[in-house]
């Protein structure tokens, strides 16, 4: 069986540490990098004490450690100590992963606030925050250079990731890869090249000023489903393209696509109401 040198729980929230419970079930684990700051859920509490039984070595990350892995080196870049105690997020453990000349910044769900904190040269960027509006700022784009991005995230009701962090992405050419449309993203390196596993997701603008499409002029058709989906979109979205004209519904608004049971497109985010 494989086993895992390193395991990161980057900070107590469920969304980062409930399905390691499992990983730690599962395959045997050296050693657990983890922020070790304090939080009272079930399913924190389950996995400390799976850390525990199975005795594995637990350690607090803390920024100016090195953790080596053949020729890995994992740094800490965060938290310093004592941890902030702005929130959870503001403690997630940052690692800068170095492969060679290759370099992956793991950011947990670190606030924009902390950036200047981390602010450091890396290939590879793991978008923080499943790409919310308030991490992922230009300043720090413009300091971390990525070529590519990866956001890991799932259907949540929070609206990650936002159309401002996917902006800014665009904007500074960061070819990005979504987890939520693109499924897991696999990346390989020899040390001096490095391979993405997907092809770039594209971002495109909602049309209309600030995501929201004009009003039509007259009554017209606003929004356009396939009766074979449940989701409908804005007619300039590609997947709308695809609809064959014998499948094509369409609405007046939002709320009628919705009574008729469906959901917006996640690629070109017609509004939801
Ligand atoms: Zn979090
Ligand atoms: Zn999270």
């Known amino acids: 069986m494989k086993k895992l040198a390193y395991v990161v729980g980057t900070h107590p929230h469920e969304d980062h540490v409930g399905g390691l419970i499992q990983v730690l079930e599962t ?3 050296g050693t657990v990098i983890d922020s070790a700051v304090p939080h009272t859920t079930r399913t924190f509490e389950t996995y400390l004490l799976t850390i525990k039984e199975k005795g594995i070595r637990y350690v607090a990350g803390r920024a100016g450690q090195v953790y080596r892995l053949g020729d890995l080196a994992l740094r800490v870049l965060w938290p310093r100590e004592p941890p902030p105690e702005e929130g959870l997020n503001a403690c997630s453990v940052v690692l800068l992963v170095t492969a060679g000349d290759v ?6 769900d670190l606030p924009g606030a902390y950036e200047p904190k981390i602010a450091t040269a890396a290939e ?3 978008v923080a925050h499943h790409g919310s509006k308030s991490s992922t700022t230009s300043a720090f ?3 971390v250079k990525p070529g590519d991005a990866v956001i890991c995230v799932g259907d949540n009701p929070y609206g990650h990731p936002s159309q401002e962090a996917l902006k800014r992405l665009a904007d500074a050419g960061v070819r ?5 449309l693109q499924g897991t993203v696999v ?9 993405v596993d997907k092809k770039p997701w594209e971002y495109r603008a909602p049309a209309g000023p600030g995501g929201v499409a004009p009003a039509p002029s007259g009554g017209g058709t606003k929004f356009v489903a396939s009766k074979k989906s449940d989701k409908y979109h804005y007619p300039s979205c590609n997947a709308a393209k695809k609809i064959s004209p014998a499948n ?9 696509a919705r009574a008729a049971g469906y959901v917006p497109c996640k690629i ?3 509004p939801d109401r």
Not at 248 to 256: G, H, I, K, Q
């Open 124 to 126: 590879v960027l793991k």
């Open 248 to 256: 094509l519904v369409e609405f007046r608004s939002a709320a009628e």
């Open 187 to 195: 990346l390989t390196t020899d040390g001096k090249t490095y391979s």
């Open 141 to 143: 784009l413009r300091a």
């Open 103 to 108: 370099r992956v910044l793991f950011t947990g």
């Open 27 to 29: 395959f045997p684990v």
């Open 176 to 180: 990005t890869y979504r987890t939520d």
């Open 268 to 270: 070109c985010k017609p």
